[in-house]
């Protein structure tokens, strides 16, 4: 059953739809990531699921019951913000209380529920320290506890990991996970960061302009992007525009190789995109192999075990290509190189054309 | 939720009528000609009074010389402290805290106890200026130690002499010039302050300002409700200064 | 010697100073206790004297009363304008009016009053013609409570510049957070916000009070002896207008500088307690 249910929400500011035709459903204990580019609207969606922003139009169901026009302070949610916002006058400890406090808890109680999930978090030796005298994300897991410490029917997190150094970013991503999974708690979680909402999440719903786009697992997300603006958000490749051609995409003068009969009628317009993992390469002999092209490496990038290059395409609009190379295989090839390409007929996605 | 609301309103509409209704009906006032007579006779009263523009010119070049002091005398001193003696800056503070901590009346207390001599020195009305000083000290101390520090001094300094500049150099084209807004701040509101001053000039009996208007007040009262509605524009005319000089931030207040 | 020119310039200050401000203080004290015949504690004893504690009491009433107007009014004042609802000229009005008011003092801040809501004044006149006599209410501009009103037009607007950046440092995100907890409107400003502003409120608070208790200026123009202050007492023997001997003047002096070392002392202790989750030097 959805714990929690979006229905046609809708926002604006200033003559300007800044979410539209919202519709999202999550189920018990998922985890949901909100990504896309700054502006997209998905810190406005997270702040009506919390209720600090009353929509426009449309409901928010928690457990079934309309919350939309309900107080924050009665929505029983945990939130978690980016600047850690922990109030700088109390402990960590005194921090997580917060909220059974306000509740009405008997003290003993407020006390071994908050010392129960510093413990969870690892920072049961810091519970007397100031927020100051705790590290960025040593403040951020005393945020999560504190969210927490509510029982939260919802927990919602705000770019949680965006003002922490890359390795605390790495290692309390996983926490989280983790502290979610144990606590079974359904989650929001905001990033503009696709590695990240890969890695964690149960399912991504990618924004763009106020909408969503996509709403599906990572590997989904991945591999079958809705449309041009997911696939280039989600990961790296080349996006290419152009015509459907006995069920190849015919670009420029350039015939790419491509499975796309089945789906789209000959003529359309639609966009291709190619993962650089599906894209191979040899040195250019000469001859062109039918479904190859042939490009000049402009420049390659060291990954570790892989080697991403890029390749200016031949033709008048200097398309670029991208492949990973195993890097072993990538060392005898040198910017300026000619090369060229190809990839099975299955690997690139056919969408129809996007327009933003 | 977090709109201004009713009460932020309420809030402001009251303060507007407080700090509002004094100004305007002080204007009012200064017009009132007694009974039910308005006109601006006391103006031209005023326009004909010596005393009042010599007690004006005297305020005004009391107010420079004191400015003129700070900028001799104190400005070079914390520029100094701050780049060889770092270990006086507790001495610095205490003396900057010590005219917060003495009031007025108990400075020139003592000032006229231990000074009675000599008369070239207590007789003229720029001896005003050395209580002056350390009236505006507290503040023109916060305002420039507050500009040093956000310079990097040492830093400043050594970039300087490294390009080969010598002391007397450093400070004129690099410190001087980043103390730009903290100079003229504290310059502006120490004109405000020194020429609304009361306390020393009172009791040492000389004719400032300030004095002028407490005297015409004793049997002219419209006459000093005109002046101190004059007093409120030049303030406004300082702060202004003070605000432009400043970037919009606003300068500590002035002492009483 | 590095720099020579360096030391004339910071031994040029610290004279002036020593001479000026540190002697002078210094004086007073030596004075308060020194009569004709050596040592005698009959000059401070002068001030246990009915006028004398009177005067103390006064100035005390006095600047308790107005520097806690000024901090209450300033804040909320403040935190009015500060609002994220609030337009945005206002807040430039509202500092640019605060700055020169909190500079608008002594003599001619007196008359401005005297003016408005003196015996003669216009507001005075104007609401007597509506039947309403001031006066006959039991109020007096040349009283504790009138001359409270008068400090108010300084000390609120001096609150009020002390206090912005405090509001301003405060997170949006701790009150969302609090909402967010469970907390009411109340809840927030009882365990987060008034803690928060604590440290600033107090140090606003000792500004007002020295502002207060050090005015002589307003208080000598508005009440020429009706109530005695200490300041008015001190200049009353300053200028001979009583039958004192300067002594009594070095001693109310120095009574002065106690109670502001008192309070200033009392406040930093009040203040480490108040600010002991913030930054340790």
Known sequence: MAIVELHGLRKFYGGRDVLSGIELAMGD??????????????????RIVAGFIIPDAGQVLVGGRDVTKLAASKRQMGMVFQSYSLFPNMTALDNVRFGPRVAGAPKAEQVKRARELLDLVGLSSHEA?????LSGGQQQRVALARALAVQPQVLLLDEPLSALDAKVRLQLREEIRRIQRDAGVTTILVTHDQEEALSISDRVAVMQGGKLLQVATPAEIYRRPADGFVARFIGSGAVFAGRVERGHVRVGSMLLRADASATHADGSEVEMFIRPESVQIQAHDGELPDGTVAGTLSESVFLGGLTRMRLTLEGPDNHSLWADVPSEHAEGFKPGHKLIAWWEAAAPRVMPLSRE | MNRLGVGGWAILVVAALFFGTPLV?????????????????????????????????LSVELSIATVAALIVLMVPAVICMNLFAPKLRPLFEFIATLPFVVPAIALVAGLSALITGPEWLIGTPFYLVIPYFFIALPYAYRSIDVGLRSIDLATLTEAGQSLGANLGQIILMVVLPSLRSALVGSALLTLAVVFGEFTFANVLLFHTYSVYINEIGQHEVTAAAALSAASFLLTWIAMLGVLIAGGGKTGPSGVR | MKAPIAWLFIGAFLLVSAIFLVAPTAML?????????????????????????KAFEHSLYLSVLSATVGVIAGALIAFAMLKPGAPRWLRSVVTSFAAVA??????????????????????????KHIGVDLYAMG???????????????????????????????????????AENLGATGGQYWRMVGLPVLAPS????????????????????????????????????????????????????????IVVMVLVLAASQMLARRASRWTVKQ
């Open chain 2, 25 to 57: 009906l002080t204007a009012a006032f200064s017009f009132w000609e007694g009974g039910d007579r308005y006109g601006f006779e006391v103006y031209g009263l005023l326009w004909n009074s010596p005393k009042l523009f010599e007690a004006m010119a």
């Open chain 1, 129 to 133: 320290k100031f927020p100051h005298q």
């Open chain 3, 102 to 127: 909190a500079n608008f003092a002594g003599v001619p801040l007196a008359f401005a009053f005297i003016s408005t809501v003196g015996t003669l004044g216009l507001l005075t006149s104007m609401l």
């Open chain 3, 29 to 53: 004290a030596v004075q308060a206790v020194i009569g004709d015949d050596g040592l005698t504690l009959e000059y401070v004893q002068t001030l246990g004297s009915y006028r004398y504690v």
């Open chain 3, 201 to 256: 409120l107090l140090s606003g608070w000792i500004l007002l009070f020295g502002s207060a208790f050090s005015a002589y200026a307003t208080a000598y123009a508005l009440t020429s002896g009706n109530i005695s202050l200490v300041t008015t007492e001190i200049s009353a023997v300053l200028s001979g207008n009583v039958s004192s001997e300067p002594q009594v003047g070095a001693a109310l002096s120095v009574g002065m």
């Open chain 3, 139 to 177: 109020f007096s501009l040349f009283s504790i409570p009138g001359l409270t009103l008068v400090y108010s037009y300084f000390q609120i607007p001096l609150m009020v510049i002390i206090i912005i950046p405090a509001f301003e440092a405060m997170q949006p995100a701790w009150r969302e957070a």
């Open chain 1, 29 to 46: 204990g998922e985890l949901i990531c909100l990504l896309g580019p700054s502006g997209c609207g998905k810190s406005t969606l997270l």
